[in-house]
């Protein structure tokens, strides 16, 4: 089992990715879609919308870092975005502008990243649960 000190440096970085991730699509849309999300016809209004939603996510978990009884629900929160959104590319592999490696790829580390978030939302739900808190002593 993990401690909670790691938990929350993966808290803090994911958190740092995410709302640099979603800035990245809110202020330079044509460039994320280029280099990272080219997918169907370039749309900069959704790529920025996407934005906002990874940045809140981001601040979320940045919000969360010093509030440990946050980190499973948040987490798991992300999991659940990343396994739709994984299901959601694998649908799409040859829709990607770049080659369908790419978006086999793409594929990959998202449902990666679904799996990253789901044990960490565990592993944080058994460090938060009643029989790892410590017991004071009655007397």
Known sequence: MIG????????IALGVF??????????????????IGNYGAENLHYVGDA????????AALL???????????????????????????LFDIDENGISDARGILDTVLIAAGAALL?????????????????QTPTQ
């Open 4 to 11: 909670e000190s790691t938990i929350r440096a993966a808290v």
């Open 118 to 134: 789901a044990w960490l939302a565990h592993m944080a739900d058994r460090l938060a649960s009643p029989s790892n808190v410590p």
């Open 63 to 89: 919000l969360a870092a010093r509030r440990p009884t946050w980190w499973a629900p948040i987490l798991a929160l992300g999991a659940i975005w990343y396994a739709l959104h994984a299901i959601n590319h």
């Open 51 to 58: 934005g906002a939603f990874t940045t809140a996510y981001g």
């Open 18 to 35: 995410h709302v640099a991730l979603g800035l990245l699509q809110l202020l330079a849309p044509g460039t994320f879609f280029d280099e």
